[in-house]
């Protein structure tokens, strides 16, 4: 086990650095293709050449490889390396440090995942199961139509509808009738606010979560429904077991290795809908960070932040497999 | 989705046991395929023909008419007009074009890239597979939307012309180079298990050529689970495409499209004018869901150990 996870560990580092080099290539491409973004420092004004020489030094941007095309500038990429390495993760547009920035954006980023885990989980679990259960019944086709109905509501709709639609009447509805310092205002408040974040962050990671959930729903039956076919419940079954403790123990939690494989498949995917979320309801995470960025132009904070992300998506991938080896006996990698 | 289409006028003949044709004949009988595929035959033929759905200009927009709430048909607006103007109804009906060709461009080309790679690998093994698989890992860390927002931003100030394939390049360049992952991943494991058949070895030991067995004996076989991804997939681009547009980077202007009439619809749900909003986000909803129904009902046809 010891050794597997050390493979797997070095495995990840090799990916992380061809990521970055993917990263920086793409990087590079668009600057010589697209010219300088120093530009973007200036916005709309016209600066002197003096000016943006100053800015190309400060951001790394000088090395005239980036007005050969085709050059792949691998110099400056094996400096940025090295400034990772050292915990430089470059700054943004008005020279805050990205790292700083991703210090203070994390922790709402991270109370939004836990809010989307557990609708994951809860909701695919609950309906899964019960439609595994009762399969063909009208429970079974009622469950079905709503995972469709969840699929064909992207996030980006959800949230356009609840921000702008459903939100401020709630708000005013919950503050007349709760009174204005109570809880329930804060659950419907259309943007974030950084003094109840919990509060706040609730109802947009539900609606993420519930985004995400028809696939678990799926997969939660479909993983069930197997186990109730297998030979081991057919057993526990002709022992006189009770059927709570057959599906307890010899369903559910034979059907639950796929969904820890799961989570970390679709963590990709959440990541993606953290940004819409975050971007469109204000939250200031590392989503939110990144929305803002690609708004300002700010080149240099979307790359910084995109290499972090990808950074995590990497070690959670490894503690997926890590998991998977651990709970599912049968897989022995050696 | 066009593989069973494709599979249609052949049905007659193969025998039953060809799992497309199958599936064909199942999602044939039940009405919320027919239904679903009405839809998008509905909305494919507004991208090929905006002129038999409004004669009004998504580009004349009188500034005094703006915010006009929807008359009906037979009205100048029948959808009204929004904040500057323009006829909603005639930015809806040439908005589809972008968003339908990018979508079905997408998913078409990364689907080749895909099933090519995928079935080198699994067929070939050895290095080809060692370098797929890496590649494939590679492009997975790097989410489909976090990439684009990069990619696109990196490259906003590109000109590429007005043209119909100029407006969504870009965007289609980036997702198709994110999004063909999956393909490969399914098509790989999909190979590795038709590879070793019976019929399979037989035709081999009969001496038909690599290729041959590749594309008539393995793919026919290992294209069923990827063909039930397929309108999924389709749906996902083109709410992608919506967001990536609301942002500014997806569809260029003067290109119209879902995406950016909700962005400039969002501003105006409390301000009198909801129409502005909920019209494209009807379209988008129903395009959305007639794939996913026939993209489960797909999935239903060709895994019948699944259905309810």
């Known amino acids: 086990m010891g050794r597997y996870i050390l493979r797997r560990a070095v495995q990840a580092v090799g990916t992380l650095l061809l990521v970055m080099l993917l990263l920086h290539l793409l990087t590079t491409v668009a600057i010589q293709l697209n010219g300088n973004p120093a530009q973007a420092f200036f916005g709309d004004k016209v600066a002197t050449a003096a000016q943006i020489a100053a800015v190309e030094e400060r951001f790394g941007l000088d090395d005239p490889c980036y007005d050969q095309v085709g050059n792949p500038c691998l110099g400056p990429f094996v400096e940025r390396l090295g400034q990772y390495a050292q915990g430089d993760f470059g700054t943004n547009l008005r020279g805050r440090e990205v790292s700083d920035i991703v210090a203070t954006a994390a922790p709402n980023t991270l109370r939004l995942f836990c809010v989307v885990l557990v609708t994951w989980l809860a909701l695919g679990m609950l309906l899964g199961s019960l439609a595994a259960r009762r399969r063909g019944s009208a429970g079974d086709h009622g469950i079905r139509l709503t995972s469709v109905l969840i699929d064909a509501f992207p996030v980006f709709v959800l949230l356009i509808v609840y921000r702008y639609v459903v939100a401020v009447p709630l708000h005013g509805w919950a503050e007349r009738t709760f009174g204005e310092d109570s809880w329930p205002p804060y659950w419907f408040k259309p943007s974030f606010d950084a003094d109840h974040p919990w509060a706040t962050v609730l109802v947009p990671g539900i609606l993420l979560g519930l985004a995400g959930s028809a696939a678990f729903i799926r997969l939660v039956r479909a993983s069930q429904l197997e186990s109730y076919q297998g030979d081991h419940v057919r057993t526990a079954r002709s022992k006189g077991l009770g059927e709570r403790h057959v599906v307890v123990h010899h369903v559910v939690r034979n059907s639950s290795v796929p969904v820890v494989t799961a989570v970390g498949l679709t963590f990709a995917e959440a990541l993606g809908g953290a940004v819409i979320t975050e971007g469109l309801m204000n939250i200031y995470g590392m989503g939110g960070v990144l929305w803002e960025a690609v708004r300002n132009d700010d080149v240099g904070l979307v790359l910084g932040v995109v290499t972090l992300l990808a950074a995590v998506t990497v070690v959670v991938m490894i503690l997926v497999d890590i998991a998977y080896a651990l709970l599912d006996p049968r897989i022995r990698y050696e | ?308």
Not at chain 2, 24 to 46: C, E, S
Not at chain 2, 137 to 156: C, Y
Not at chain 2, 216 to 241: C, M, Q
């Open chain 2, 1 to 308: 989705m066009s593989d069973a289409v494709n599979a249609a006028p052949t049905a007659p003949r193969v025998s039953a046991s060809n799992p497309l044709a199958e599936a064909w004949r199942t999602l044939r009988r039940r009405p919320d395929t027919v239904i679903a595929a009405a839809v998008l035959l509905f909305f494919a033929v507004m991208a090929a023909f905006p002129g038999l759905f409004t004669s009004t200009s998504p580009r004349t927009c009188p500034i005094r008419e703006a915010r006009t709430t929807p008359q009906g048909w037979g009205g100048d607006h029948p959808l009204g007009t929004d904040a500057l103007g323009c006829d909603v109804l005639a930015t809806l009906v040439h908005g589809v074009r972008p968003s339908l060709l990018l979508a079905v461009v997408v998913v078409g080309v990364s689907l080749l890239i895909g099933v090519t790679l995928g079935l080198l690998a699994g067929f070939y093994l050895g290095w080809v597979d060692y370098l797929v698989s890496r590649t494939v890992e590679v492009f997975l860390v790097i989410p489909l939307l976090l990439a684009a927002l990069l990619v696109l931003s990196l490259f906003k100030g590109v000109d590429l012309g007005a043209g119909t394939f100029n407006v969504i390049l870009l965007p289609a360049v980036v997702l198709i180079l994110f999004g063909w992952m999956p393909y490969a991943r399914y098509v790989r494991a999909s190979t590795l298990e038709a590879k070793n058949l019976d019929y399979v070895t037989a035709a081999r030991s009969l001496g038909a050529s690599d290729l041959r067995v590749m594309v008539r004996h393995v793919l026919p076989n290992a294209i069923g689970t990827v063909t039930a991804l397929l309108p999924t997939s389709v749906a996902g681009v083109i709410s992608a495409e919506a967001v990536l547009s609301f942002l500014g980077i997806g569809v260029r202007p003067p290109a119209t499209s879902w995406g950016i009439q909700i962005e400039q619809g969002s501003q105006w749900v409390l301000g009198g004018a909801p129409h502005i909003l909920l019209a494209p986000l009807a379209c988008l909803v129903a395009t959305v869901l007639a794939l996913v129904v026939l993209g489960d009902a797909l999935r239903d046809a060709l895994d019948p150990r699944l259905a309810a």
